[in-house]
């Protein structure tokens, strides 16, 4: 899984036209932290067809705030620059993150 900070983010996502899977999520959040691991397994079982970053936007917070990530945790696919499909916290589930990986593959 990439790791995203606000130094890498141009370069890795928006000026990349790879279908990039992106896990926002911050410090102190404790639903981020519950599926993170989730998030990790899926990277590894999925990561020969999806690129897969995470950006803790307590340390890159005007840059979330400019993806327009107002809730915590967000995943969202980009694919050439484009923020498309995301899912916020209350959507997020396991069913939920694995039928938007199988729809972006």
């Known amino acids: 899984m990439i790791e995203l900070d606000k130094y ?23 639903p981020c932290e519950a599926i993170k691991p989730f998030v990790i397994e899926c990277s590894e079982k ?30 969202a696919i980009y694919e050439g620059g484009q923020k498309g499909e995301t899912i916020t916290k209350d959507g997020m589930n396991e069913a939920a993150i694995v039928a938007l990986i199988e729809k972006n593959i």
């Open 46 to 75: 999925y990561g020969d067809k999806l690129r897969f970053a995470k950006l803790n936007t307590s340390k890159a917070r005007r840059l979330s705030m400019a993806q327009k990530v107002m809730g915590l945790p967000t995943i």
């Open 8 to 30: 890498n983010f141009q370069a890795e996502i928006l000026d990349n036209p790879a279908r990039t899977l992106v896990f926002f999520s911050g410090d102190g959040c404790v």
